[in-house]
């Protein structure tokens, strides 16, 4: 009898929780959100294009320069980023990134025809809120 008593007892506590201070505790706030800035680009670029003209004259500074990065190493790979100031609504940011993205790929084709293989450069878009108009700014890996 008071084996079963204690089998009763015991079935019956199957489904309780034990009280400890997280019961009463209120639960832990959630982190807030880590906000990741975007990676500044350290190195010092080869050629830097400022786009406060529409179509600035360029192509024999960047052949200058090109022609001096292949002599020191004929392999050289070359990062070509459209730089767009990083203010304004989102839709005007777009417009611009796609703006300075056509002017990235004008300087890429001068690469280009300076004997540059298209598979040593690379093209990206970055936004950075140092600058007040679009860049394209090249550099060397």
Do not use: W
Request: charged residues 15%; proline residues 9%.
């Amino acid at each position: 009898m008071i084996a079963g008593m204690v089998l009763v007892a015991g079935l019956s506590l199957t489904g309780c929780k034990l009280i400890d201070q997280t019961t009463f505790a209120p639960s832990p706030e959630a982190a807030p959100a880590q906000v990741t800035l975007p990676r500044i680009d350290r190195r010092s670029p080869l050629v830097t294009i400022g786009y406060e003209q529409p179509s600035p004259p360029y192509q024999e500074m960047l052949g200058y320069a090109v022609h001096a990065a292949e002599a020191r190493n004929a392999a050289v790979q070359y990062d070509v980023f459209a730089v767009v100031p990083a203010k304004g609504s989102p839709a005007q940011q777009v417009q611009a990134a796609g703006v300075a993205q056509q002017d990235a790929v004008g300087v890429m084709k001068s690469i280009m025809a300076l004997g540059v293989p298209a598979e040593r450069i690379h093209l990206g878009v970055r936004a950075d809120p140092a600058i007040s108009v679009n860049q394209v700014r090249v550099y060397v890996r």
